[in-house]
């Protein structure tokens, strides 16, 4: 098992907790520290069927400051 953590983020920390606590070790990726490449991301959005900028959060300061939108092209 992969979770993809964001140490900064309290849910990432609790989901890395309760899979510790249920005496699961998964493999921490840090993916601040350790980006996804392009064929991962793409890997990744597949099995999750879901697109780019549904993992993206439009009420981050850096959404708006890129100038992103739904209608952005990825």
């Known amino acids: 098992m992969i ?23 998964p493999d921490v990726v840090d993916y601040l520290k350790e980006p996804l490449g392009q064929a991962e991301l793409g890997g990744l959005l597949k099995k999750l069927g879901v697109q780019a900028h549904d993992l993206l959060r439009p009420k981050e300061d850096e959404y708006d400051e890129l100038g992103l939108s739904q209608d952005t092209p990825v």
């Open 3 to 25: 979770i993809y953590h964001n140490p900064r983020c309290s849910k990432s920390r609790q989901a890395l907790g309760i899979l510790r606590d249920n005496a699961e070790e």
